[in-house]
T-cell receptor, first 111, second 115 residues
Framework: DSGVTQTPKHLITATGQRVTLRCSPRSGDLSVYWYQQSLDQGLQFLIQYYNGEERAKGNILERFSAQQFPDLHSELNLSSLELGDSALYFC??????????FGSGTRLTVV | GENVEQHPSTLSVQEGDSAVIKCTYSDSASNYFPWYKQELGKGPQLIIDIRSNVGEKKDQRIAVTLNKTAKHFSLHITETQPEDSAVYFCAASMGGGTSYGKLTFGQGTILTVHP
């Protein structure tokens, strides 16, 4: 168990819909990261939050947004979903001297 | 931005043999290099990492070496076992301290260890 908890594990939804993925970081970690893993693009960085503030943005679409709450959990919101958004979405967290650890992911299927 | 190349894409070895996976990175500012093992249906699991002020690090059967001048780093697994079979990813970042920053991943290596 990495200590990073992601829910739900699986999500099936229709095109055009909106979903919210949730992540609870490892206890004590202030940084939360979101990654997308697809067969053709590999593991791609989406966005990072540090103690509630956005720290860095990667290849995140405008239809996607995220936030980190005061209790440090984070949510990734995906809207106007397209078939191409089907992928594994991973959350990771890091802390001083503790390395970078990933959750078990949410498998999103858009039909 | 940073670019990480990983080779080989697939690697097949016999149990007990050694396995080596190599990565190169493009940005000399990168200073943190983790390796992850990903099994089917699971998230990437950190197996070893190295910082740019260290040339080599070992943890039992796993070792990582870093050549900053050449901008490449390698994962070495000795005495491989069937349970080592998985996809391995290298990554690089410019973070440190309280935040490691975004990771740029290599394309992955599918390692198969035959009993």
């Amino acid at each position: 168990d990495s200590g990073v908890t992601q829910t739900p594990k699986h999500l099936i939804t229709a095109t055009g819909q909106r979903v919210t993925l949730r992540c609870s970081p490892r206890s004590g970690d202030l940084s939360v990261y979101w990654y997308q893993q697809s067969l053709d693009q590999g593991l791609q960085f989406l966005i990072q939050y540090y103690n509630g503030e956005e720290r860095a943005k990667g290849n995140i679409l405008e239809r996607f947004s995220a936030q980190q709450f005061p209790d440090l959990h984070s949510e990734l919101n995906l809207s106007s979903l397209e078939l191409g958004d089907s992928a594994l979405y991973f959350c990771a967290s890091s802390g001083r001297g503790r390395g970078y650890t990933f959750g078990s992911g949410t498998r999103l299927t858009v039909v | 931005g940073e670019n990480v190349e990983q080779h080989p894409s697939t690697l097949s070895v016999q149990e007990g043999d050694s396995a080596v996976i190599k990565c190169t990175y493009s940005d000399s500012a990168s200073n943190y290099f983790p390796w992850y093992k990903q099994e089917l249906g699971k998230g990437p699991q950190l197996i070893i990492d190295i910082r740019s002020n260290v040339g080599e690090k070992k943890d039992q059967r796993i070792a990582v070496t870093l050549n900053k001048t050449a901008k490449h780093f390698s994962l070495h697994i000795t005495e491989t076992q069937p349970e080592d079979s998985a996809v391995y990813f290298c990554a690089a970042s410019m973070g440190g301290g309280t935040s490691y920053g975004k990771l740029t991943f290599g394309q992955g290596t599918i390692l198969t260890v035959h009993p």
